[in-house]
């Protein structure tokens, strides 16, 4: 079954944070060595942690204490102790380079760079304020900050006295919609949105998943790849779409595909028949649909189509084409065996 899409991409700036974005759930970094900016890593640790952990969505945990060795934990507050006391930390973040800093809606985590016997990096300091003020003891730190589902990280040295930071994310926002070809509207409940990584399908990572229509996400920039389901069948379509630095990307992506009912009658027009068991494929064979009632309904592509309906040992079917537009109904006639 082949899939069809037409796009239709709107660009525009964004002239303040988009602060309305920041309800979503952050994306926390991971805590392993092998996700540390570079200037970071320590010496000599092994990489060796799946990617999974990046898009889990989950905060990362803070290391149980009582499972470090006696002897590491010794180590560890003897190095604070000799960093000497903590010093006052201000971190800022903004969504450009040359803009202000965000007011809200952003979490702020600081990681030190030792690494316990899994590869995680020590949880510092965590803080939900626009504006992060931490003590933290003299040293070299990871910092990481999320707004939506853009993030950013670096590293930090803190010193003796005041100690400030600005970090950039580089983010902008999309927002996406769908319709069929024809510009039929699509009911809300019938369609969602899946945002990959771009790049080829076996480099892809998932950045987000079952979004409404309209939903407005943060990302970083970049371009993605983006996935519209209409349905839950074989209504797909597919574009990569590019997010500039504080702006927004509005794409309606256009389904060639329909709504289509069945129902088994003993004549054209006539009552539903109860208690049919639905079976409905492709032109090569396929079953991409089976249901059991009266009036099932379903989304399918453009294409060809064989609906089988059976009532008791009876079988009763019908090919039928689906053309892009609004929903349709399909009789299949008890006359017809």
Do not use: C
Request: charged share 20%.
């Amino acid at each position: 079954m082949k899939r069809f899409g037409i796009l239709l991409v709107v660009i525009l700036a964004v002239a303040s944070p988009l602060l309305a974005l920041a309800a979503e759930g952050p994306v926390p970094l991971p805590r392993r060595a092998d996700r540390m900016p570079e200037a970071a890593a320590p010496a000599n640790e092994e990489t060796t942690t799946p990617d999974e952990a990046v898009d889990s969505g989950e905060a990362p945990a803070v290391p149980d204490a009582t499972a470090v060795p006696e002897n590491a934990a010794l180590e560890a507050a003897e190095s604070v102790a000799a960093a000497g006391p903590p010093q006052p930390v201000t971190l800022v973040a903004k969504i450009t380079d040359d803009g202000g800093a965000i007011p809200g809606g952003v979490v702020w985590r600081v990681f030190e760079t030792r690494t316990d016997a899994s590869g995680d990096l020590a949880l510092a300091a965590k803080s939900d304020d626009a504006t992060a003020h931490f003590e933290l003891p003299p040293g070299q730190y990871v910092v990481h900050v999320a707004y939506g589902r853009a993030q950013t990280t670096d590293t930090m040295t803190v010193t003796d006295g005041e100690n400030s930071k600005s970090l950039v994310l580089d983010a902008g926002a999309m927002r996406l919609n769908a319709a069929v070809a024809g510009d039929v509207p699509i009911p809300i409940n019938l369609l969602s949105f899946d945002i990959f990584t771009g790049g080829s399908e076996s480099e892809r990572t998932l950045v987000a998943e079952k979004l409404s229509p309209n939903a407005m996400v943060t990302l970083n920039a970049g371009t993605y790849h983006v996935v519209s389901n209409f349905g839950s069948v074989n209504a797909v379509v597919r574009a990569d779409l590019r997010v500039e630095p504080g702006q927004l990307t509005e794409a309606t992506l256009y389904h060639k595909a329909a709504q289509v009912s069945f129902k088994l009658v003993s004549e054209a027009g006539g009552e539903a028949i109860a208690d049919i068991d639905w079976t409905v494929k492709t032109s090569d064979g396929q079953s991409v649909f089976t249901n059991t009632g009266a009036f099932p309904s379903t989304v399918l592509a453009e294409g060809e189509y064989l609906v089988l309906a059976k009532r008791g040992e009876q079988v009763f079917n019908r090919e039928f084409e689906v053309q892009a537009g609004p929903a349709r109904e399909i009789e299949v006639l008890t006359t017809v065996y």
